[in-house]
């Protein structure tokens, strides 16, 4: 499937968590959940295109090192069932994926990425 192919449904659910690094402490990898039933159109939309983008870097080699970090995002369309998953290095990741992690649903409305 590729991203075109993808569309957020209103029961759709994304999961965004960071992995790796030195410590594997499961605190720091501060997973987010997005509610797509709680977005609006405009929110909605900016999140497909956050899932499109990860199409395109995925599998994308990150750097060297024992220190490397990664996103893992999970769609799941119904409850329970990961209906997609991508992992994608930390240094490949697109900006407002970082953003979701860290702020949330309100980086949707940010413009300008």
Not at 90 to 103: D, T, V, Y
Request: aromatic share 6%; charged share 35%; proline share 5%.
């Amino acid at each position: 499937m590729n991203g075109e192919d993808l569309w957020l449904e209103s029961a759709s659910v994304i999961f965004v968590s960071r992995e790796g690094g030195f410590v594997a402490a499961p605190g720091l990898s501060a997973p987010r959940k997005i509610e797509c039933r709680e977005l609006n159109d405009y929110q909605r939309r900016r999140l497909q295109a956050v899932l499109d983008e990860l199409d395109r870097h995925v599998g994308e080699p990150g750097p060297a090192g024992a220190d490397r970090r990664s996103f893992r995002v999970t769609l799941e369309v119904t409850a329970g069932r990961p209906e997609r998953e991508w992992e994608l290095d930390e240094s490949a990741a697109p900006r407002l994926l970082i953003g979701l992690w860290k702020r949330g649903v309100q980086e949707l409305d940010e413009s300008g990425d």
